[in-house]
C-alpha cells in the first residue's frame, strides 16, 4: 500500500521571486550580450543624438550636451524576452523626459522609432517613453557602458522587454503612425510588456 501522498503544501519548492514576469527567469550576476548586428565602435567624441519627427523643436545633442541636462538613475530590474531577467541593475544617464521639453513632441506624434548608429531600430509607443519610465544611460553599476552593451549610450526602457532598448542609440523619430523596427518586422510584438508576455505580434 502506498503511503499518503505528500500533498501541495509538503513539497519544498523555493518561492517564486515576485520580480519575475511569467515565464522568465533569474539570470543572477550575469549579463548575456545579444547583438544582432556586427557591434559598432562608437567614441563619445563622435556620438550625438537626435530628437526629430513630429516635434516642434528638432534637435540634436552631443556628449557634452546630453551630460548637460539634469542627471537620472534607474534602479531595478530588466526582462530580456529570450526568458532571463536581471534584478538590480543600475543604469545612469538622463530621463528622456529631459530631451522632450525641448524638443516638445506635437499632437500628432504617438510612436517613437529608436534607431541605432548600426542601422538596429525598434518601435515604441510615445506613452512608454514619457513620465520617467525611459533614460538615454552611460553608465551601468558606477562604470562607463561596455562597447558590447551599447556603450556609449543606449536607451532604457525597463518596464518593457529589452530588445525595445535599443543599443548605441543615435536618433529618436517621433511618428505619427507605428512603423515596424527590427524585431518587430521579425514576429515580436509592438509594444512588448513583460507582464502581459507581449513577445510576438498577435500577442494580447
Ligand atoms: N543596436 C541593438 N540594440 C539592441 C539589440 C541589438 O541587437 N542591436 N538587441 C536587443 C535585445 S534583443 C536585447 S535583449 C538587449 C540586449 O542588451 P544587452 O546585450 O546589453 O544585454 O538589447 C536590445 N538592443
Ligand atoms: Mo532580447
Not at 511569467?22 to 567614441?43: F, H, K, N
Not at 512608454?128 to 525611459?134: H, N, P, R, Y
Amino acid at each position: 500500500m502506498p503511503g499518503p501522498t505528500r500533498g501541495f503544501l509538503g513539497r519544498s519548492r523555493p518561492a517564486r521571486d515576485p520580480r519575475l514576469p511569467p515565464g522568465q527567469y533569474d539570470v543572477g550576476a550575469d549579463w548575456p550580450v545579444l547583438t544582432a548586428e556586427p557591434t559598432p565602435r562608437i567614441s563619445p567624441e563622435t556620438w550625438s543624438i537626435t530628437v526629430a519627427g513630429k516635434v516642434e523643436n528638432p534637435t540634436t545633442w552631443d556628449w557634452a550636451g546630453v551630460h548637460a541636462l539634469p542627471a537620472s538613475e534607474y534602479r531595478g530590474d530588466i526582462h530580456c524576452v529570450t526568458t532571463w531577467s536581471k534584478f538590480d541593475t543600475r543604469f545612469a544617464g538622463v530621463s528622456l523626459d529631459s530631451l522632450w521639453d525641448v524638443a516638445r513632441p506635437t499632437t500628432e506624434g504617438a510612436f517613437v522609432m529608436a534607431t541605432s548608429k548600426s542601422g538596429y531600430t525598434t518601435n515604441l509607443p510615445i506613452e512608454d517613453l514619457v513620465g520617467g519610465k525611459a533614460w538615454l544611460v552611460w553608465e551601468f553599476d558606477g562604470q562607463p557602458l561596455s562597447i558590447e552593451h551599447g556603450g556609449p549610450v543606449r536607451l532604457l526602457v525597463p518596464h518593457l522587454y529589452f530588445w525595445k532598448s535599443a543599443k548605441w542609440v543615435t536618433k529618436l523619430d517621433v511618428l505619427k503612425r507605428d512603423q515596424q523596427g527590427f524585431w518587430e518586422r521579425n514576429g515580436y510584438h509592438d509594444r512588448g510588456d513583460p507582464w502581459r508576455q507581449q513577445r510576438y505580434q498577435g500577442d494580447a
